[in-house]
């Protein structure tokens, strides 16, 4: 099918996905679009059906029966994406805290620069957030570090959500066996590329907090990824080979 999609998990994002889903069309480079739909109660599959007979060829939607979290999203995503044959999949926030504009620069970095892995990065230069409180901010670049020193990578920004992936990486990890499922998810997914030894860039963006609708962010995903990550660590360690 197409060369790039970017799929978008939403719940309720109904005050947003109509403004992303124009922005990233009004794009230079052309990207198609599949919106992973958690049964929003505030009608956002409503407002993406409306799109699609505007850009029948070029959007699509997969809903599901409820709320399963970031990281299953993105894996039906991800499993759809590579049945459809496309080349470069994208992961992509609908609030607008990753700037649309920014996708020509990832595609760029693997395309055009060989890269495996291209990761929206808000520390690769510096602290680049807006609109976040110190303390998140602090939590966040420390969450980062903790995590590059217990598994290794040589990564910045290790829970960014801002990413493009060449196909052949999803192909080569085991999607079934990823465990995590909210920002934790992120982590897996990079430390699983950086074990088959993909080349994975950071490419430096301003990550812009949300200005409509409500966070998702809550204490047990950040849970998730603190402790997650050791006993990930441990069981590629011990089972490698499976991991």
Known sequence: MGNGIIIIPTFNEIENIERIVRNVFSQRRKFHILIVDDNSPDGTATRVRTLMAEFPETLFLEERLGKQGLGTAYIHGFKWALKKNYDFIFEMDADFSHNP????????????????????????????????PMNRVLMSWL?????????????QDTTAGYVCYKSEVLK???????????????????FKSYLKGFKIIEVPVIFTDRTRGTSKMSGSI??????????????????????
């Open 172 to 190: 080569a990890i085991n999607l079934d066996r990823i465990q995590f499922v909210g920002y934790a998810f992120q982590i897996e997914m990079k």
């Open 143 to 155: 969450a980062s570090r903790y995590v590059r020193f217990i598994t290794g990578m040589d990564i």
């Open 101 to 132: 504009n920014d996708l020509i620069r990832l595609y760029n970095a693997c395309k055009r620069d060989g890269n495996d892995v291209a990761i929206g990065s808000r520390y690769i230069t510096g602290v680049n957030v807006i609109n976040w």
């Open 222 to 243: 950040i849970s998730e990824a603190v402790f997650g990550v050791i006993k990930m660590k441990l069981k590629s360690l011990f089972n490698r080979k499976k991991f």
